[in-house]
């Protein structure tokens, strides 16, 4: 199971950090994914990490405002979102990876951020 | 960036009948694609990976099938349960930068 939290509404400019926490699995042999989806649109890759905690990789739209990580010993994966933008508004998905780099298995139900003044 | 479509955007399919959606990137993704089925209000989930295998614990009515830029997704006999909206997406590059079909939505006739 795969649960997420944190979204809420944020002015542009501002900082929300994203959590997910896991479960049913062992957490750290996993890959994991964040995922957007604006309202009404489709679906948009945003960043991913490898198990272990490295080789994070993100889309050229968040690269450098946003920092995937993950808490092995916690079993959360976070999401730290800097310098929002309306375009940020999206419900935010984290999902398990069969493998760092290959599509995501299963999928957590979402948090919802919207950023606006 | 590795562009992928979908068609048609819409398609309307009464219960039993077949749906057949396409998927096509503009350069080879090789097998490298899933497909996902997305209903209202919930999150997507997963049908088909490594263009066609079904995941596990999906009903054997959904095909995936294709290869290089290529892609379709049958639905044989279209179930109630079955209207929902359908991404493809690639994951054939490394770093990764997977990106998704823009959805084809599969509604009532």
């Known amino acids: 199971q795969l649960l997420e939290s944190g979204g809420s509404l944020v002015q542009p400019g501002g900082s929300l950090r994203l959590s997910c926490a896991a479960s049913g699995f062992t957490f750290r042999n996993y890959a994991m994914t964040w995922v957007r989806q604006a309202p009404g649109k489709g679906l948009n890759w945003v960043a991913s990490?490898?198990?272990?905690?490295?080789?994070?990789y993100y889309a050229d739209t968040v690269k450098g405002r946003f920092t995937i990580s993950r808490d092995n010993s916690q079993n959360i994966l976070f999401l730290q979102m800097n310098r929002l933008r309306v375009e940020d508004t999206a419900t935010y998905y984290c999902?398990?990876?069969?493998?760092?780099?290959?599509?995501?298995?299963?999928w957590g139900q979402g948090t919802p951020v919207t950023v606006s003044s | 960036e590795i562009l992928m479509t979908q068609s048609p955007a819409t398609l309307s399919v009464s219960p039993g009948e077949r749906a057949t959606l396409s998927c096509r990137a503009n350069?080879?993704?090789?097998?490298?694609l899933v497909w996902y089925q997305q209903k209202p209000g919930q999150a997507p989930t997963l049908l088909v990976y490594?263009?066609?295998t079904r995941a596990p614990r999906v009903p054997a009515r959904f095909s995936g099938s294709g290869s290089g830029t290529e892609f379709t997704l049958t639905i044989s006999s279209l179930q109630s349960e079955d209207f929902a909206v359908y991404y493809c997406q690639q994951y054939y590059n490394w770093p990764p930068r997977f990106t998704f079909g823009p959805g084809t939505k599969v509604d009532f006739k």
């Open positions: 999902a398990k990876d069969f493998l760092h780099g290959s599509y995501s298995e299963f």
């Open positions: 350069e080879t993704v090789g097998t490298n």
């Open positions: 990490i490898s198990g272990a905690g490295g080789s994070p």
């Open positions: 490594g263009a066609s």
